[in-house]
């Protein structure tokens, strides 16, 4: 039998105990230790980080560049007398557009071969359409066209945009502030449209001023955000029927954890890549209650083939 030795008042003094609580005894020690902290050190791995220095530097040469390339940039300013082929040769535009007399926008980015994949109703008619980040207005124009009363939201300046604090500050400091809404302007009177486009941010939509609408589209905006849940959740407050949200997603990310790709939006205002199912979790966090996957297509810049992201087509419904 096992024996449990203690001093007492200068005597040893051994105490016979039965073999299931010395093992009860035995256990407990064990389970203390498993217990107990552990502590590690590893090696110090290097990193790599975005230098903001570096990075502001990038974005205002490339500003300049683009300044001088464009008299009006985005503001649209054109001179008196100038035909629409001229008035649309002074801007940067992102959207290419068809307007009368054949001339068509020099977009970066041509969606004319997305639109029978969205599903977007033939006949809009009595619809109400908000087109949030509509920017020259190829969307909005879109549904207006198919008999929508559309309602588009966008900035108007260019330090509104989510930039890093010190790209806005470099911009601010070298006084080269821009006006955006140049391009929607300019195809919303060549195309005779009675849009109504509203100066906002997607972080301040409220139906209490704006109302809530049948169908709402937020496409290639939410990369660009610093909240992007934040702007789903307004998304959601104004969405009455459905909403059609359209982003970059990167296919590697998606494996069983909801994964995403922070950017620091060091580089063309990119802050997160997210996993489809990061994406389509966000969605669904802001309060939706049923999101699925339209589409999921890759598109290219025009004159740049294999550089464009992957993106998905998610109708949200409340």
């Known amino acids: 039998m ?23 005894l035995r256990g407990k020690k064990a389970r203390s230790n ?22 502001v530097e990038r974005y205002m040469d490339s500003l300049r560049t683009t300044l001088e390339w464009y008299p009006d940039v985005w503001s649209g300013s054109p001179e008196d007398g100038e035909d629409l082929a001229a008035k649309v040769g002074r801007l940067n535009w992102y959207h290419t557009l068809e307007l009368p007399g054949g001339v068509v926008t020099p977009g970066y980015y041509d969606h004319r071969p997305l639109v029978p994949y969205y599903g977007i109703p033939d006949d809009l008619r009595g619809k109400r359409v908000l087109d949030v980040g509509s920017w020259d207005g190829f969307w909005t124009f879109e549904f207006e066209r198919r008999g929508a009363d559309v309602t588009a939201v966008d900035l ?87 909403a059609m949200i359209v982003d970059a997603f990167d296919p590697d990310l998606d494996d069983s954890k909801n994964l995403v790709e922070y950017r620091g939006g060091w580089v063309d205002v990119t802050w997160w890549i997210p996993s489809l199912n990061t994406l389509a979790q966000l969605v669904l966090d802001a309060g939706f209650s049923d999101v699925r996957v339209q589409r999921v297509y890759r598109i290219d810049p025009v004159g740049a083939p294999g550089t464009g992201r992957w993106r998905a087509i998610l109708l949200a419904r409340p």
Not at 35 to 55: C, K, M, W, Y
Not at 210 to 217: K, P, S, Y
Not at 218 to 226: G, R
């Open 156 to 242: 108007d300046v260019l330090t509104k945009v989510d930039f890093p604090p010190q790209i806005r500050s470099a911009v601010v400091e070298a006084k080269l502030e821009q006006r955006f809404g140049g391009g929607f302007e300019l195809a919303r009177q060549a195309l005779g449209s009675k849009v109504e486009r509203i100066v906002g941010n997607v972080y301040d939509l409220d139906p209490a001023e704006i109302g809530t609408f049948d169908l709402v589209h937020f496409s290639d905006v939410s990369q660009h955000l610093q909240r992007p849940l934040d702007a789903y959740r307004r998304i959601r407050a104004v969405t009455a029927g459905s």
């Open 34 to 55: 498993e217990n107990a902290s552990t502590l590690e050190f590893g090696p110090v791995p290097p990193i790599d980080l975005h230098r903001p220095q570096e990075a």
């Open 2 to 24: 096992p024996k449990l030795s203690r001093k007492w008042r200068g005597f040893r003094v051994e105490i016979e105990i039965p073999d299931r609580a010395a093992a009860a």
